[in-house]
């Protein structure tokens, strides 16, 4: 059963870095750009977390993100 659709994109901005599932909750990393940065290079990963309520799929949280690391 399809629960929800999550965005991506291509790895610079928008690409999934990881996905796992954790204390029953979804973690999804996705590369990011600086505002203004190029599409090729990812300069953060953004993480955010989504828990099933009912049947459906609710982020929770803020989201958080990281430095690449160079």
Same mark, same amino acid.
């Given at each position: 059963?399809?629960?929800?659709?999550?965005? &991506? =994109?291509?790895? &610079?901005?928008? =690409?999934?870095?990881?996905?796992?599932?954790?204390?029953?909750?979804?973690?999804?990393?996705?590369?990011?750009?600086?505002?203004? =940065?190029?599409?090729?290079?990812?300069?953060?990963?953004?993480?955010?977390?989504?828990?099933?309520?009912?049947?459906?799929?609710?982020?929770?949280?803020?989201?958080?993100?990281?430095?690449?690391?160079?």
């Amino acid at each position: 059963v399809l629960l929800t659709t999550i965005a &991506g =994109g291509n790895k &610079g901005d928008g =690409g999934f870095y990881g996905v796992s599932i954790k204390r029953k909750l979804l973690i999804v990393q996705r590369y990011r750009t600086g505002v203004g =940065g190029s599409p090729c290079c990812a300069e953060t990963i953004e993480t955010a977390k989504y828990k099933l309520r009912g049947r459906k799929l609710r982020q929770v949280g803020r989201l958080t993100s990281r430095k690449v690391a160079s």
